[in-house]
């Protein structure tokens, strides 16, 4: 029997955005200013929101969880990349990548869910005011938000134990500032076909499922606020409606468009991945809750109070 020598591969390269040093510079002034912007902007939503109990409402209260969530999903990413942007050897270990997968997995997941949940209390709220408080309990938001945070966590957990069965002997750079799925599939050895049906059935039943359920509630609230006689309230629906289906649309076209098709070390890849990794956690407090009338009080009267400032 001929023996051969296998070699197991226990770090890969992050080549990252750039091999320009001027440019990694200018990358990383620009991505550390984001990520002081995302965290600031999330927990400062964290603080504002259970400081003031006019907003311990259902939607406040999924507003503090995607807070919470999209300080978390960007301090997977970002960090590493920071470092990545400064270091000769972009290096990251077998075990920190696969961390790293399992996280950026739950933490869309996780997110894809909270978003449809959002847009269902928004739904019952502009099309069932009369039970929204019946339909909107505390037990069922606290149901919701467990829901979500599971499947989320199941989600990242299924995709990483599937992905650990992988055997890596080969190449070992990925053609991207981040470790995820479909680039590091690349590098295996063995069979990755459990791997890939995994994630196509994730992005297929997980995705699509919940994108109907977001297009569904925003095609009712719409149709509701047409037939509303008061312009000053179909305007208010609107405006509302059309800033979070931009997130929205933002994020789901980049996390299918990247995880639907076959990794291929791309520009377009690298840009897609930063648009629901990157972009998304920033615009999320700029766009639910910083243009909200009521937190914007809220968070004059929080800076008032502590530093005697005046609107």
């Known amino acids: 029997m001929e023996v051969r020598n296998i070699t197991t591969t226990t770090t890969f390269v992050l080549l990252g955005l750039s091999n320009s040093p001027h440019i990694q510079v200018l990358l990383f002034g620009l991505f550390l200013v984001i990520y002081v912007l995302t965290i600031t902007g999330n927990l400062l939503m964290l603080l504002v929101i259970n400081t003031h109990s006019h907003l311990h409402t259902p939607m406040y209260f999924f507003l503090s969880h995607l807070s919470c969530l999209d300080a978390f999903y960007s301090s997977v990413i970002v960090p590493k990349l920071l470092e990545n942007l400064l270091s000769k050897w972009k290096t990251i270990s077998l075990l920190e ?22 847009a269902y209390d928004r739904f019952q709220a502009v099309c069932h005011p009369l039970l929204y408080v019946l339909a909107m309990n505390k037990r069922m938001c606290t149901g919701l938000v467990g829901l979500s945070w599971a499947i989320g966590i199941g989600t990242g957990m299924v995709n990483t134990l599937l992905l650990a069965q992988q055997h890596f002997c080969g190449p070992n750079l990925i053609h991207s500032f981040v470790c995820e799925l479909p680039p590091v599939l690349l590098l295996s050895c063995s069979d990755t076909y ?45 405006s509302t409606c059309s800033s979070h289906f931009l997130v929205i649309t933002i994020f789901y076209c980049s996390g299918v ?45 929080m800076l008032s109070g502590k530093f005697g400032l005046t609107s």
Do not use: D, H, W
């Not at 990548?97 to 869910?113: D, N, P, R």
């Open 97 to 118: 990548c696969f961390t790293q997968i399992s996280l950026v997995i739950c933490s869309g997941a996780t997110e894809a869910c909270l978003l449809s949940v959002m």
């Open 257 to 301: 468009l990247r995880y639907m098709t076959p990794a291929s070390g791309s520009a377009l890849e690298q840009v897609l991945s930063l648009q629901y990794s990157v972009v998304t956690p920033l615009l999320n407090p700029l766009i639910y809750s910083l243009k909200n009338q009521e937190v914007q009080a809220a968070l004059r009267k």
């Open 194 to 238: 459990p791997s890939i049906v995994s994630i196509l059935t994730t992005m297929v039943v997980l995705g699509l499922g919940t994108f109907v359920l977001l297009l569904g509630s925003y095609t009712r609230i719409i149709l509701t606020a047409l037939g509303i006689n008061s312009a000053k309230g179909r305007s208010k629906i609107f």
